[in-house]
T-cell receptor, first 113, second 112 residues
C-alpha cells in the first residue's frame, strides 16, 4: 500500500448508529488531518494532529470524535449523526504541520439516513 | 467576500486545446499555492506546489502566480480526455499556519 488509505469507501448509517472511519498513511508524514467535502463548498478542515497530538478542533460537533493512536493512523468515530453530515470525508497527511502540501486519501462517502 | 474565488464551471474544451484554470484571492499574506486534481469518486491529488510569484512547469502543466493581481492560474497544454476532472486551488500563508484555504473547484471536461 502506498500513499494515504481510507476505509470504508462507502458508509450508510442511521442517525442512531455508531461507526468509525479509518485512515492510514504510508508516507512517513508527521501531521494528519480530517476534512469534510460537501457539494459546491470548499473543503472544511475538521481536525489536525501533529505527532499524535491534536492541534485543531475546528468547532466540530461532538458527534464527531477523532483518535490518533500513532503517526500513521487516524480514526474518526461517528455517533448520532444528522442527515446534513452526509458528505465525503477526506483524510490527509503532510510531512510537517506547517508549509507542507497535503496528500489526500480517496475518502469515505458517508450517507446518513 | 470569499478568501478564494474559483469559477465552478463546467469548462468544456476539445481534445488538444490549451486549458486555463484560475483562482483569485483577497488575502495578500498567501505565499504558498497549490493545485489539486480530483477525479470523480477519488480524493484530491497534488499537481503543483509553488511558493510566492512566478511560473512553475511540470510536463503539460504550468502554474502561474501573480501576487500583484492576487491571481493564480493552471495551464494544461495538449489537453486529453483523461484530464477531465475537478481542479481545486489551495493557498497558505507563511505565518506558520496549517489552515489551507481551498477554492470550490472548477470542473473540466475535455471532449474527444
Amino acid at each position: 500500500e502506498t500513499g494515504v488509505t481510507q476505509t470504508p469507501r462507502h458508509l450508510v448509517m442511521g442517525m442512531t448508529n455508531k461507526k468509525s472511519l479509518k485512515c492510514e498513511q504510508h508516507l512517513g508524514h508527521n501531521a494528519m488531518y480530517w476534512y469534510k467535502q460537501s457539494a459546491k463548498k470548499p473543503l472544511e478542515l475538521m481536525f489536525v494532529y501533529s505527532l499524535e497530538e491534536r492541534v485543531e478542533n475546528n468547532s466540530v460537533p461532538s458527534r464527531f470524535s477523532p483518535e490518533c493512536p500513532n503517526s500513521s493512523h487516524l480514526f474518526l468515530h461517528l455517533h448520532t449523526l444528522q442527515p446534513e453530515d452526509s458528505a465525503l470525508y477526506l483524510c490527509a497527511s503532510s510531512q510537517d504541520l506547517v508549509n507542507s502540501p497535503l496528500h489526500f486519501g480517496n475518502g469515505t462517502r458517508l450517507t446518513v439516513t | 467576500q470569499k478568501e478564494v474565488e474559483q469559477d465552478p464551471g463546467p469548462l468544456s474544451v476539445p481534445e488538444g486545446a490549451i486549458v486555463s484554470l484560475n483562482c483569485t484571492y483577497s488575502n495578500s499574506a498567501f505565499q504558498y499555492f497549490m493545485w489539486y486534481r480530483q477525479y470523480s469518486r477519488k480524493g484530491p491529488e497534488l499537481l503543483m506546489y509553488t511558493y510566492s510569484s512566478g511560473n512553475k512547469e511540470d510536463g503539460r502543466f504550468t502554474a502561474q502566480v501573480d501576487k500583484s493581481s492576487k491571481y493564480i492560474s493552471l495551464f494544461i497544454r495538449d489537453s486529453q480526455p483523461s484530464d477531465s476532472a475537478t481542479y481545486l486551488c489551495a493557498m497558505l500563508t507563511t505565518s506558520g499556519t496549517y489552515k489551507y484555504i481551498f477554492g470550490t473547484g472548477t470542473r473540466l471536461k475535455v471532449l474527444a
